[in-house]
């Protein structure tokens, strides 16, 4: 693994919660570097209504800066809230000088300097230029311009934000190959990194599954991951609806945004349990409880580009796996039914039950033994380290900018 680097990754969503593809490969990284995690920075419209409602006090307004985590050498910063983004003309170029600034200081207290910047989504192109950069990195895990439910105006804004950010980056790393090509358009800068799994946690979990909750009988057909308008809820509840004598166990945080009626719908059925997130260590044996896994997106130009964690974490405990069919699912089509619509997933989580076996469970493990978060990283580090070489050896794109790759940060 490459190692004595500072990162400074933005992140689209606080580090707490649910992890997803960055937690995995930061955590690790941090074994051997240093990295800094930039939790989503204020909007100022959000700071004023917190302000309105007293949910926010003039005191908070200054509160921000590095929080450490319960890893070492992976520390959190918070932008403060008075250095909010967003405001008039006149406001916005004050509010990124204090933001910078703050930044700024915040790593020359930890004693980084020419750190790998890793932008995540669209929306950080603004900080593009925050700090200088020994390498640029976008950092690619869903297509966001093909969230359901975004107006026109906001889906042409983020388009218009990507592209400066795809011109800006030195690496592209996307997790899929539709992501590549949307992002990287043919371009050497844009690699594959797939999801993975915790492939070792996932099958010694086997050993010790949790218990299943109250209320909750067997089979159990499993769900991880966000609960919102990305999953086919309608076809759910219809199958939940037909066959009461299974239970069905939804893990993750719910976002109803333009699903509230499917939702209920859902939740008003006594064999649906909705039990909210868990802490990543409780996952592999919460899904070792599961007799099969579920991935039951909706297919839109979304899922078309997505790389379910769960389908490797499903696979690497050994489950049968029920899934939608996107594209990310076809590699692993020997181990995975693929269904369409309420009567085949009916019928696939049926016939995943009945022909289940220990053979096939082994065959199911074996077939992402080698899709571990480890050996992602591996080739991680090669791509980075290549690209640093290059770097090093002077080979600076067209446009670069004299000095900033290996100017250090300083007032």
Known sequence: MISDLDIV????????????????????????????????????RAVIRGLRRGVLRAADLTAGGVVPSSLDNLWLYQTPLYAAIGGGPLWRPLARMLRVRHLRQALRKLGMSRPVVWLSHPGQADARHDLPACLRIYHVVDEYLGYQGMDAGLRAWLAAQEEQIIAWADLIIAVTPELVQAKGRGSPKAYLLPNAADVDAFHAALAHPAPLPPGVSRPVLGYVGLISARLDLAGLAEVAARRPGWSWLLVGDVVDNGCQAELARLRALPNVHLVGARPANQIPAIVASFDVGLIPYRVNEETRHASPLKLYEYLAAGLPVVSSDIPAVREFAECVEIATGADEMEAAIERALREDSLPRRLARWSSVRGHSWDARVQTLSEILAGALRARTEGQARPGDRPGTWHQAINP
């Open 9 to 44: 990754y933005y992140g689209p969503e606080p580090w707490a919660g649910m992890w997803r593809n960055r937690h995995q490969l930061l955590s690790r990284l941090a074994r051997a570097n240093r990295v800094l995690y930039i939790e989503p920075r204020p909007f100022l």
